[in-house]
């Protein structure tokens, strides 16, 4: 009896030795990147055992195969209740976006460890892509308490304040993010983003600021900035930054557009038309690239290419079309197609009736079409109507000319 318990220690003992060499060896293949030969000697492994399917989930999980992964996670959590194998399930549970039963298992490891930081992070952050708010700020707020330096915790707290739609519970919890670590980029450009929506400029820029030169290279700070630049009409500089996020983010429609528009405005009209036929390669819907082609051409007296262009514009716009007519009602004005413009400016009007410049020109024309002024008032009445404080020129021209229309008429009544 004895010697059949030694040859069966001797068994047990050789074959913990062979695995152990065998697991060596397939952590030096990995180590040199040769996972297929790993995964082969791994599933030659007979019987698997809890370590040989959790070292295939890794590996599994390495490569991005998450659903082979998690067979096998589950295979080896079936063999032996681990927490490393528990974790890793999780994760690629949380990688498959299957975040519900990635949240089940967190909540369990949790459970057994209250004070296991890393993964109430994840936790919390899951509750928040899953809309489960009230969860979320719990987790987050206990965290704050286990660990009062960390900005993170703060900065998730705020966004779970926008998504309530709480604005002050928002900044104050960007800005103690921002307290906690100056340096924490996100916090900032979240703050400098904020205060940009709220047009507090001072504090907006402070932070925009900031930002940058924390880290110049961030693509949304450099983004707020061009923003920044592009509304106050500083158009040469905004082609710096955009140059610079073009070369570290190429065909990005953004920088594409506002390269574009800045050339256009700077009146560098070949390289604001190449730019913008990008545009258009990147982003078909976007049909406000053809009515700055139409611009570009109406500039070079362009016109029937203008004209196309406009007319590409308004059959692929899915919104608003205003701007085009009224560029096609200018375009008709400038080769005196009276009738035309008109038509044009109706349209834009139509689109869009809160133009004050639409309807002003659409009053113009009417009044150097008709010889019967009787349509030509009630179109500049209309405009008072609406704009009468728009603009103190035009109100002024206006009501100018309804007076010398009135006195025309009257006179013309008397001699009769």
Known sequence: MKKVFLVLLMGFTLKVAAQTATFSRIDSLLERGRYQIALKELKQINPQTYSSYYKIGKIY???????????????????????????MLGKSYQSLKKYSKA???????IAQNPKNLTLGYQLGKLYLRTNQLELAKGIFTRLTVLDTENPNYNYQLALISFKEKDGNGMIQNFL?????????????????????????????????NKGLQLDSLDINLNKLKINELYRERKYHIAVDYLQ????????????KKMLA????????YDKAELEFKKVGALDPDDFSHFTY??????VRKEYQKARFNYYRAISAGKKSRHEEYYSLGVLELELNNLKKAMEMFGLSVKENNRSHMAL?????????????KKI??????????MFEYRDKDMTLFVKKRMDEIKKDAFMKRKKE
Do not use: C, M, W
């Open 376 to 385: 030509v008032l009630e179109r500049y009445q209309d405009y008072l109507n």
């Open 176 to 208: 103690t993010s921002y307290k906690k670590d100056t340096s924490f980029v996100p916090a900032v450009y979240q703050l400098a983003k904020t205060y940009t929506a709220l047009k507090v400029k001072d504090s907006a820029r402070i932070f925009l």
């Open 261 to 268: 528009k800045s050339y256009f405005n700077l009146g560098i």
């Open 244 to 255: 610079k996020i073009d070369s570290l983010e190429p065909d990005d429609v953004f920088t």
């Open 360 to 372: 002003y020109q659409y009053a113009l024309t009417t009044d150097s079409f008709y010889a019967d």
């Open 293 to 298: 082609l139409g611009h570009i051409e109406k």
């Open 61 to 87: 999980t390495s490569i991005d195969n998450h659903q082979k992964a998690v067979e096998n996670y589950k295979q080896s959590l079936f063999l032996e209740d681990n927490y490393s194998a528990q974790l």
């Open 103 to 109: 949240i089940a298992i967190y909540e369990q490891i």
